[in-house]
């Protein structure tokens, strides 16, 4: 908050936008607005708590859906939609900050990616005392809402760690509606015992790995047993993951081998491609939980009431929305997968001058600027279809 008095102080600044930017203590007013005390007045004494989204909040969560129709109509991306759900903590030092998983005080906010597009379609603040999956079935339903029915119908997949590995809950939920899914499995004593009936021949070479770390992968015939089970229901797929380290060398838990597993409702696709498509999370929704925290602003919160801090989310969110929708929109290729780091040195800082002719402020932009960036831009951006409203 208090970074407002260094733009309060850029009267460049304030020419650019055509108003006067608010003191902290403004902004720190505005964003109590969407506490409601009243909805955290039914915390229990005692375990996790997710209370209901003020009426501000639901609004700001409109504005992302508007960030996504713009992205639909503008972008125009294909029928493809992976969402890739997964929560992220924050560490906190402020006394309403509640002890996470990890040992440390904070918070644990959980986001759906688009993973195609990089776009956000929901967010949700959370206690650091909240379990990743609490909720998570509904958190994803409601970003598939998020979007507009397609023309054609979207393909929809799904990808997540073991958060989501609720087989009544949540997978069965998600194989109902027809959507395909691969979900870190946890590694139960049962599950773990068919990894290890397994035989060397039924091992198959993943890659080698730097280190001389070898990884591998494997059919697990596993059918776990569950109460109410449909003769007719097809069981799920259940692929096993090893990693072998080198010779002499052990990992931190004194083990040579670690395993993993993965479930999966996809029986068509090789085990090793689905394999490494479930891995492909990585470089989206764990992408922008660095983007979120570590560029723009939601590594840091800075109210200790919870509405606040989840509005304060919701805007970064919503921010690292438009500036997704200006890199698929209105700049070069080029910058397609720019993060917010080289924009701000690429772009956003560039040298300009600020000057007032007939009382009107104008930029004056480096010739370099003008000419490869922001006219071309500003042309793309008046000619892509924009969505009415």
């Keep these: 908050m208090e ?28 964003l109590d607005r969407f506490h409601d005390e009243g909805a955290m007045a039914q915390r229990p004494a005692q375990g996790s708590f997710i209370p209901r989204e003020s009426a501000g909040l639901e609004g700001l969560r409109e504005l992302v859906r ?30 309403e900050a509640l002890r996470s998983y990890e040992g440390f005080r904070g918070y644990q906010p959980l986001i759906v990616t688009w993973a195609e597009t990089e776009m956000v379609l929901a967010d949700q603040f959370r206690d650091g005392n909240v379990p990743a999956g609490k909720g998570i079935a ?18 929809v997949a799904v990808r997540s760690d073991s958060a989501a590995y609720n087989v009544d809950k949540v997978l069965d939920h998600w194989d109902s509606r027809g959507w395909k899914f691969a979900v870190s499995a946890d590694m139960s004593k049962e599950l773990r015992a068919e990894i290890g009936k397994l035989v060397p021949q039924d091992w198959q070479l993943w890659k ?5 770390y070898v990884r591998e ?52 696709t090789g085990g090793r491609e689905l394999l ?12 922008t939980h660095h983007i979120l925290k570590d560029e723009l602003a939601a590594g840091v919160y800075p109210s200790g009431k919870f509405g606040a ?38 772009i956003f800082n560039h040298v300009g001058r600020v000057v007032t002719h007939a009382r ?30």
């Design 3 to 30: 970074d407002f008095e260094a733009l309060r102080a850029d009267a460049g600044l304030e020419a650019m936008v055509g108003y006067s930017f608010p003191a902290p203590s403004t902004a720190r007013s505005w």
């Design 66 to 95: 508007t960030s996504l129709r713009a992205y639909l109509s503008a972008a125009k991306p294909g029928r493809e939609l992976t969402m890739d759900v997964d929560a992220h903590l924050v560490e906190s030092s402020k006394r």
């Design 138 to 155: 509904e958190l994803v339903d409601e970003a598939y809402d998020s979007l507009p029915a397609h023309p054609e119908g979207w393909v």
């Design 208 to 212: 080698e790995e730097q280190g001389g």
């Design 217 to 268: 992968w494997a059919e697990v015939p596993y059918v776990p047993s569950r109460k109410g089970e449909r003769k007719d229901r097809q069981p799920y797929r259940y692929l096993a993951i090893r990693i072998r380290s080198p010779q002499g060398v052990l990992f931190s838990d004194g083990n040579k081998v670690k395993t993993f597993a993965v479930v999966t409702n996809e029986w068509d």
């Design 276 to 287: 490494q498509w479930h891995r492909g999370k990585a470089g989206t929704v764990e992408h």
């Design 309 to 346: 801090d989840a509005a304060w989310l919701r805007i970064q969110v919503l921010t690292a929305n438009l500036l997704t929708l200006m890199k698929a929109v209105a700049l070069d290729s080029e910058y397609r997968k720019a993060r917010p780091k080289r924009l701000r040195f690429a």
């Design 360 to 389: 009107e402020s104008f930029i004056r932009l480096h010739r370099l600027l003008l000419e490869k960036i922001t006219r071309p831009g500003i042309e793309r951006l008046r000619l892509a279809v924009w969505p009415a409203g």
